[in-house]
């Protein structure tokens, strides 16, 4: 049985991630009380009702009062300003953490208020699956087995992470660290780029005349490959925006790996070829066989 | 019950796509006898102790005797000019069709040789899963209700035509008819464009310094995205060679949308990067959903 790490924990926007995070450090015993808060009453209405929350407020002020952890959960494109404000808001007794997937620019606006990134807080992101979302989808396993990645400072408080890497620790999951600029050129590369690959090969083909011809022939390849295409567009134009600058590095990098593909096409190098997509599936069969 | 639409097949490469192709037609009793043609006896040895082929047969000219259709099923490079011998040593009275993942290579091939792709000729590609291949993997059942493209010509018999529709047919598959052209472009859009992507992403992060962190923090997303990537590289190399001019154009188009993406990333464009998933989703949705 854990012990109680936090006595009052807010959770900043109750949907999948927030609520399954609740979820788990109450059921560990890892917390003592769950309040949270949300621009929309109904929503945590709904998250009460399913007992994911203790307390629900919508006013971030209250909401802020007598916590001792505060866990930003709300959608990318609020993360960074609303760490700001909850950082000017709150003792540096308490610990702020979040679960944006981007962390860089998180990180920057911290640095731009406050000179650097405060020592309470925590930059993190759970690697967990977005096919679904809402409270109603949230569930006290949905973190066990799974990555999540904790972006220390050099300054940050020693207890302050050790306190957000045990409560990640109760939920079951997996901790990496790493900076948050290491973590958003990897995930830049290995799921920002490929979200965006997926979304530009399904527009590319519904541009074409005869789309609906084309789209009826295509296999289970092609529904494997484009299956992130189905991802939420306003949260992915968030991540774009938010990781431009490792994701615009990312997709450089793989255009040199394209132009070169096309290189060896043009020039009917059928071994130069070969030679990269045996190194590919070697490096596939190696890492995830 | 089908009646006999062949008396005596011939498979020549008697692997997942042949083998298979043996058995169904065997099964629905649409072909009398079957023989399999290849360059192994070892290969020939496995199809007849399971059951696949009557016959078999090393030498192509002995294998051609006495046959009322042919089918090509060996890999992708040697097809055409397989096609070209076939097509030089047989009656016009047989019919000769084909299973590669590339047409226009082959009726360049055989306009070259004949001055037009000939009357006796139908070319053909089932589009059915290649993860497995082999012989042993073979079965009746492989075609059911998968599609196979069939590209006549102006000037192809419809005797010739009607009775390759039969032999299709009998197997249970989902006949689509196309020209050569059309098909080679859908496919270098559907299948061979993401193959490539999907390999030059894969061989992107194994270029990376620290590859082995990186693949160590993919999720399923990356993991369905790439699954493509762990394709037979010969094989794709071939594809890639025999589809050169289709798969070039489609390369570019995809490198435009990619380029457009990065101009409305590096302006922060966040209604443009919407725009563009949104459309992306939604055509995978009203087509895939």
Redesign the interface.
Known sequence: MSKVIFEKLLILGVGLIGGSLAMAAKQAGAVGEVRGWGRRQSSLDEALALGVIEQAETDLERALEGVDCVVIATPTQFAAQLMVDVVQRVPASVVVTDVASVKGNIAAALTKQFGQVPANVVLGHP?A?SEQSGVAAASADLFVGQ?V?LAAQEQTAPAALQAIESLWRATGADL?A?SAEFHDQ??G???H????????????????PS?????????????????????D??M???I??AN?KA??EA?S??????AE??KN??D?N??A??A??????????Q??G
């Open positions: 690697i699956g990555r990645i990496h790493m990897v995930l590369m290995t799921s780029l490929p979200h965006l690959l997926a979304y530009a090969l399904v527009a590319y083909l519904s541009d074409q789309s609906s011809d084309i789209f009826a022939l295509t296999g289970g390849g092609f529904r494997d490959f484009t299956r992130i295409a189905g991802s567009p306003r992915w134009r968030e774009s925006v431009d994701l615009l997709i990098g793989f255009e040199k790996q394209l593909l096309k096409i043009t009917s059928g071994p070829l070969e990269l997509f045996a190194q590919a599936k070697a490096a596939r069969d890492h995830m």
